[in-house]
Every structure is written in structure tokens, then in C-alpha cells.
């Protein structure tokens, strides 16, 4: 059974940072293979792309997030990271991690939701001004 696991989340005032981490089991291949994503959903707003790593390590970041957000991931350990500084109340939203592997590890739509096969339970992150 997959299982993608968020931690990290937290709340912080605005200029503060926050590491996210995703520790991902069950996968039906190997973590290297997989897209891994970042999405985020705020109350009342649809689920929105922040960051996608692909394979070979490369990255696509949302324009809210370039310059302050980092995706990285340890291949090692199943783990997905999202390292986030500069954070702004407008970044305040449930933090999700999720994966697909349609793509051999390319991330073609990696800022489209349907895209994806395996979703976290989430991590709230909460800035205040």
C-alpha cells in the first residue's frame, strides 16, 4: 500500500521559514522513478502546483515560489522535501505531497492535480503577519 506522509508544517510569523518533508512507502517502484510534487490548498481555493522534482533532479517551481522555495529530494531515504523561506500569510494553506509515475519520472503536467496517483494527508502551514 502506498503511502506518502507529510510532516514539517507548522505556523511561523511572516519572514519566517519551514522545512516540509515526505516520507514516501509502498511505492510500486523505485522513488527515483516517480514525479514527486508539491501542492497546496488554502480554504476556498482549488488545489494549486508549487513544486515538482523529476528524476534526474530537475525542478519546476510555481512564480509564487521561485526565489523562496526549494524542492529537493533524498533518494536514499524516500523522502521529498520542501524547504520554504521568506514565508508570506499568503502562503498559509494545507501543504500535500503526491507522486506519479505515468512519465518515467518526468513531470510533463506537474502542475496539474489529475496528474498524479498517490497524495499525502496533508500538513497545514500558517503565517501570521
Known amino acids: 500500500q502506498v503511502s506518502l506522509e507529510e510532516s514539517g508544517g507548522g505556523s511561523v510569523q511572516a519572514g519566517g521559514s519551514l522545512r516540509l518533508s515526505c516520507a514516501a512507502s509502498g511505492l510500486l517502484a523505485r522513488f527515483y522513478d516517480y514525479c514527486m510534487g508539491w501542492f497546496r490548498q488554502a480554504p476556498g481555493m482549488e488545489r494549486e502546483g508549487v513544486a515538482a522534482?523529476?528524476?534526474?533532479?530537475?525542478?519546476s517551481l510555481a512564480d509564487s515560489a521561485k526565489g523562496r522555495f526549494t524542492i529537493s529530494k533524498d533518494d536514499a531515504k524516500n523522502t521529498l522535501y520542501l524547504q520554504m523561506n521568506s514565508l508570506k500569510p499568503g502562503d498559509t494553506a494545507m501543504y500535500y505531497c503526491?507522486?506519479?509515475?505515468?512519465?518515467?519520472?518526468?513531470?510533463?503536467?506537474?502542475?496539474?492535480?489529475?496528474?498524479?496517483?498517490?497524495w499525502g494527508q496533508g500538513t497545514q502551514v500558517t503565517v501570521s503577519s
Open positions: 522534482i523529476e528524476s534526474d533532479g530537475s525542478t
Open positions: 503526491a507522486a506519479q509515475s505515468w512519465f518515467g519520472g518526468r513531470c510533463p503536467r506537474w502542475g496539474s492535480a489529475d496528474a498524479y496517483d498517490y
